[in-house]
């Protein structure tokens, strides 16, 4: 059974940065065919997609809002993905979530900032 931790979240200031952790335990195999996503769920709206890679090429994509600001990455030997944000706006305060492999969700962790 895979398993996925997020870590990283807190309060900053606009204009701040933080770096969030995909912790992912388990059998390689069961996800490291696949991608591992970020997403964000704010106050009152859906959740929403933020940036993905895969582990085969480290292939990346991400949403408009986000592109330029924040970096995904990935650690093959620590079965790690990374979200490197900057440039923090008051609208990137959210829930952010760890989707590996479209199957398997960590419990988020919370990003706040403030303007």
């Known amino acids: 059974q895979v398993q996925v931790a997020e870590s990283g979240g807190g309060l900053v200031q606009s204009g701040g940065s933080l770096r969030l952790s995909c912790a992912i335990s388990?059998?390689?195999?069961?996800?490291?065919?696949?991608?591992t996503k970020w997403l964000r769920r704010a106050p009152g709206k859906e959740r929403e997609f933020v940036a993905g890679?895969?582990?085969?090429?480290?292939?990346?994509w991400y949403a408009d809002s986000v592109q330029g600001r924040f970096t995904i990455s990935r650690d093959d030997a620590k079965n790690t993905v990374s979200l490197q944000m900057n440039d923090l706006r008051p609208e990137d305060t959210a829930v952010y979530y760890c989707?590996?492999?479209?199957?398997?969700w960590g419990q988020g962790t919370q990003v706040t900032v403030s303007s």
């Open positions: 989707l590996v492999d479209s199957k398997f």
């Open positions: 388990g059998r390689a195999r069961d996800y490291k065919t696949g991608a």
């Open positions: 890679i895969y582990w085969t090429d480290e292939s990346t």
